[in-house]
């Protein structure tokens, strides 16, 4: 598990699977996270950790992240998740993840975030400095999922 937490990873995906589990694995290997360890935490940036784009993560590292996950087995439902993250202008401080899911479009999951973030950071009375959402939204066929996480790394989660 990481010992300090030097980055974060914002990613999305969402699949079919033969049961809820499997479409919840595929959404997960779609967005790049399917072969390691989550630990879900709650929505805590540390300060001045970057957020970036996925790196290559060894396989099976235990990895604090903060997700959302949608299933459905209505064909034709749409289902979204979405996560976001807004950092203060105080680079001292900590920033702010917050996730959602639903039966809901891309779009609305998206508004959602942004409002949670912006209400987040007006409760802390702070500025935000930057904000950043990443959602996906899936049409069910069978079993679906949609999936949005946050994943927080250290350099020895790296390959």
């Known amino acids: 598990m990481t010992g300090k937490v030097t980055m974060a990873a914002a990613t999305a995906g969402h699949a079919e699977g033969g049961t809820t589990l499997n479409a919840f694995d595929n959404a997960l290997l779609a967005a ?8 879900k935490v709650s929505s805590i940036l540390p300060p001045e950790v970057p957020v970036i784009d996925l790196p290559k993560i060894k ?3 235990l990895v604090p992240t903060a997700y959302a996950a949608m299933t459905s087995e209505t064909p034709g439902e749409i289902i979204a998740a979405a996560v976001g993250y807004a950092v203060p202008d105080d ?7 917050m996730e959602y899911h639903g ?4 779009a609305e999951a998206e508004r959602q975030i942004h409002l949670m973030l912006d209400e987040a950071f007006r409760v802390r009375g ?7 959402v990443v959602a996906v939204e899936h ?3 069978r079993i679906g999922c949609a999936l949005a996480a946050i994943t927080l790394l250290g350099d020895e989660d790296l390959v």
Do not use: Y
């Not at 790049?32 to 630990?39: F, H, K, S, T, Y």
């Not at 680079?91 to 993840?97: E, F, T």
């Not at 702070?126 to 950043?132: D, F, G, V």
């Open 32 to 39: 790049g996270i399917g072969n390691i360890n989550l630990i």
């Open 59 to 61: 396989l099976g590292a």
């Open 91 to 97: 680079p001292a401080k900590n920033g702010v993840i």
């Open 103 to 106: 039966v809901a479009s891309r």
């Open 126 to 132: 702070e500025t935000i400095k930057e904000k950043r």
């Open 139 to 141: 049409t069910t066929q």
